[in-house]
């Protein structure tokens, strides 16, 4: 048994990143997004998707052509002239041009970008709001998809519903008469170029100026000079030889002061001493 899955969920019909933070590719999503009044990143990725789509398909188709199998033309004729329809390759397109093509080649061709370049809105966000809200119509079928692909045949029957207000030549939502949508173009990338070499300025080679000639001059005889006398050359003295420096006296080492001593504190008192010798002699007379 095979399971289709539910009929009510559509399938995805876009491929996500494989990273999703990369400065430069979400710089570059981001910048699409203003340019042409998209909803959201998936109508980028449903463009690339699409774009991969018909790139993978031309990639497999050139390597087999060398085989000269008549499958292999068919089918690349089919490709080329499908794009063709579509008015994303002119006519008599190669299978190189397919590899050569961008996220922009598919964007373009969106009914809100168209609907915005044939002067139905001012911006390409109220084109948008235009076709959702059913102001919109190809012929005489409305379409409210902004992200519809419109052919090279239907280009030219976009125009508003034969019930939509605008129609009317003074409605205030309605661009004046004069106005002129601004073309959507593609942004190049400069190409940087390689610096240049500066090359040496080739100048002719300048004349060497040769020195005028002037005429020779008489040369005057000089008068000579009287010869001096030979001076005795001095005796070359011997030179004098310098005397020794003295030296300074050194300073006689001075002997060590011996202390003072002390006086002896037990020093008799002579007042006392008399008196007992006096005493001693009269006890000796006495007896």
């Known amino acids: ?11 995805k019909k876009y491929v996500t990143p494989s990273h999703p933070w990369q400065e430069e ?5 981001n910048e699409l997004i203003k340019k042409y009044g998209l909803k959201n990143k998936r109508e980028v990725w449903r463009a690339e998707t699409r774009l991969r789509k018909y790139r993978g398909q031309a990639r497999e188709l050139l390597a087999k052509v060398g085989t000269g199998e008549a499958q292999i033309k068919k089918e690349s004729d089919q490709l080329l002239m499908h794009l063709s ?3 994303i390759l002119p006519t008599k397109s190669t299978l190189d041009d397919v590899l050569a093509l961008e996220t922009e080649s ?22 948008r709001q235009l ?27 976009i125009g508003y519903t034969s019930d939509s207000p605008l129609n009317d030549m003074m409605h205030p939502a309605r661009p004046r008469a004069d106005f002129k949508s601004a073309p959507i173009k593609k942004e190049e990338k400069p190409v940087e170029e390689p610096p240049k070499e500066e090359k040496p300025s080739e100048e002719p080679p300048k004349e060497e100026e ?13 008068p000579e000079k009287p010869e001096e ?24 080492e001075k002997p ?3 202390p003072a001593a002390e006086p002896s504190k037990e020093e008799p008192d002579s007042k006392k001493d008399k008196e007992v010798k006096k005493s001693d002699e009269n006890k000796e007379g006495e007896n």
């Open 131 to 157: 076709i959702s809200h059913g102001h919109i119509a190809i012929g005489d079928r409305r379409v409210t998809v902004p992200g519809y692909i419109v052919t090279k045949d239907e280009e030219g029957e």
């Open 229 to 252: 006398p030979p001076t005795e050359e001095k005796a070359e003295e011997p030179p004098k030889e310098t005397p020794p420096e003295p030296e300074p006296p050194k300073e006689e």
């Open 25 to 29: 590719r979400i710089k570059a999503e």
């Open 1 to 11: 048994m095979i399971f289709m899955g539910k009929p009510k969920f559509s399938r």
């Open 256 to 258: 060590a002061e011996e």
């Open 210 to 222: 040769k020195p005028t000639e002037e005429p020779p001059k008489e040369e005057t005889p000089e």
């Open 85 to 87: 329809r579509m008015n």
């Open 106 to 127: 598919i964007l373009s061709r969106r009914l809100q970008t168209l609907a915005y370049l044939k002067g139905l809105a001012n911006t390409p966000t109220q084109a």
